[in-house]
């Protein structure tokens, strides 16, 4: 590779930070210009700015030019001296530095011949069409990492590529010694916790660099020797040697003619035209009332994010086989290959015919509330979004249980949810109407309050319903004196000391997948009280199917029309009353408790009917009963 030359314009420590670590880690030649620390809001004659910092006039003229959080104004002038000065490229690090003028640097490249890229965050400079920028992108940007491992532990990290910040060797350094299943998110928090200004002065920055190095560090996991008969392995070969999960079974005998002729022509005819003539017919004479659709677009898979409708499709999968083995429920994989709302919503309610029930999944904010709240009003089946109401009612239910172990009540507690996802929000909905005053939600950006810019609609509406004070700042600032935090975003985003900065008895719910937000032992060692998770591994594990299987199982025995508020109310409290005597360690039953599903269901059925939703009457002592019948069969 030809030796290439940089010249880096920097401001303060964090400029000099970043050539110190060029410098250490490749054979680059590197020259710097430094600007002052604090700069003007506007720069009227940028040329007259630039010379007045005698500046080499060689500076110019190396291959690579590094403008890192320079100035709007300054900027165009950059990359008019480095096309002068026979530059072969301009990397500008940092949004603020462009401002409204990315159409003039543009022209200004086309003018002089010059390669420009613009990047919000310096670790995101991956392979270009310009040979200088592959060149330096061959050992900076996108972070790429070797791990090898010994006795469930990080033992060795080699940084392949790395920020050019220096974050990915400070974050390779600390993993060494890390448990495997905690690494991904140490490293993310590890580049969190880097002091380097292109991190922090971006809008999301943060959040960025965290989850480039998170990646880095599952993908240099899933290439070690960690995978050799890890979960992961077995799992993909579980799938494999059964191809799929579910598969359908005939509930009918086939064996003779007059079968064929009961079951299909001439004599299915008479089926057909009793339901034309009374199409309430339709759950007496076929399956609809025990099927349900569990329907993706695949925008939202797990915490793995926008996989689309292919990839999909296992998770959907295992949630059927979940509906039919715990509640003895049929529901069928249906993954969309489209991200359009009007596709999905018109396809949903062009199928929804064949179902009793239609289970939304994966599909990302804020497109999951649109279209649940629009097939709602669309068709006379319940709808129901689980990553909303079946994670909230889920998380409420363990709640109320912990609150009694630390001798709280809702309306005296403060809560902390980080994420304003579709959880997040149905989370927050649920606390509210429990009589809880005093919430606040921290999305990517940070605290939400009423009259925060570039807010959406939804989240819009729950800066008008929560953090009544205005609070402003980060989820550090918000976690202060909180009694409860609950994780519904990314993990390794909470550290110990925020642990330590909360109230006394504090309860912290990390329910972030696979990695939490915090691992639980880590938030235990931190002074927490109570601590539940998603993971299976831990004790009080919060995990949806402790809810939809009964839900969606009392909801079909009476023919509901919605699954409103009551039904869900009445799940979370059904869940919560399963644990006679709640403890630190059992805040929530186990999804293998036999009497979950039958409970929840003769619970839901019973509020169903007292709401006026229910099109069937049948006592929810049947409902329990009939449940207890499908799950035996399994």
Known sequence: MKLISIGVLTRGKYGLRLIENIRNNSGFKVSSLEFPESLPDFIEEPAEFIKGLDLDETFFSNDLIIAYIMHPDLTPEIVRLAGENKAHAVIIAGSAAIAGGRDELLNLSKKYGIHIEIHEICCDIGQSGNNTVTGFATCFGRPQIHITTKDGLISTVKVIRGAPCGSTWHMAKNLVGSKIDEAPAKGGLLVQ????????????????????????????????????????????????????????????????????????????????????????????????????????????????????????????????????????????????????????????????????????????????????????????????????????????????????????????????ISGAGAAATASAKLLLDECVRDIIICDSTGIIYEGRARLNPYKEELARLTNKNRIMGNLADAMKG?????????????????????????????????????????????????????????????????????????????????????????????????????????????????????????????????????????????????????????
């Open 193 to 416: 916790q880097y002091p380097c200004r292109a991190i922090r002065g971006t809008k999301g920055g943060i959040h960025k660099a965290a989850k480039f190095h998170k990646e880095a560090v599952e993908k240099a996991l899933k290439e070690s020797d960690y995978m050799k008969g890890s979960i992961y392995e077995r799992s993909l070969k579980f799938h494999e040697a059964h191809q799929g999960k579910i598969a359908l079974k005939t509930k009918v005998s086939l064996k003779t003619k007059d079968d064929l002729s009961l079951a299909y022509t001439p004599g299915v005819a008479q089926a057909c035209l009793q339901i034309q003539s009374n199409r309430d017919d339709i759950y007496r004479y076929t399956s609809k009332g025990n099927f349900v659709a569990v329907v993706s677009d695949g925008t939202s898979v797990l915490g793995l994010g926008d996989l689309g409708g292919y990839a999909a499709l296992p998770v959907m999968e295992g949630k059927a086989a979940l509906f039919k083995v715990f509640a003895g429920v049929d529901a069928f994989p249906i993954c969309l290959d489209t991200r359009d709302t009007e596709e999905v919503i018109n396809t949903i309610k062009n199928i929804a015919p064949a179902f009793g029930g239609i289970n939304l999944e994966d599909i990302g904010a804020p497109r999951c509330f649109e279209i649940e709240e629009r097939l709602k009003g669309l068709l006379d089946i319940p709808v129901f979004h689980d990553d909303q109401h079946g994670a909230a009612l889920v998380m409420l239910a363990g709640l109320i249980n912990a609150l009694k172990v630390v001798g709280k009540k809702f309306c005296d507690i403060k809560v902390v």
């Open 482 to 634: 909180a009694d409860v935090f609950i994780g519904l975003s990314v993990g390794g985003i909470v550290s110990e000391e925020m642990i330590r900065s909360m109230s006394d008895d504090a309860i912290v719910l990390p329910l972030a997948n696979p990695i939490p937000e915090i691992m639980p032992e880590k938030a235990k060692e931190a002074g927490a009280r109570i601590v539940g998770s998603g993971r299976s591994d831990c004790p009080n594990q919060i995990n949806n199917a402790l809810g939809f299987p009964g839900i969606f199982r009392g909801t079909l025995d009476v023919r509901a029309r919605d699954i409103n508020k009551e039904m869900k109310m009445a799940a979370a409290n059904t869940l919560a009353l399963l644990v006679t005597e709640p403890s630190e360690e059992m805040i929530i039953p186990s999804i293998f408790d036999h009497e979950v599903a039958p409970r929840v269901a003769s619970a839901v059925a019973l509020a169903a009917m007292e709401s006026g939703v229910a099109r069937k009457r049948v006592s929810p002592e049947e409902v329990a009963r009939h449940t207890r019948e499908l799950v035996r069969d399994q």
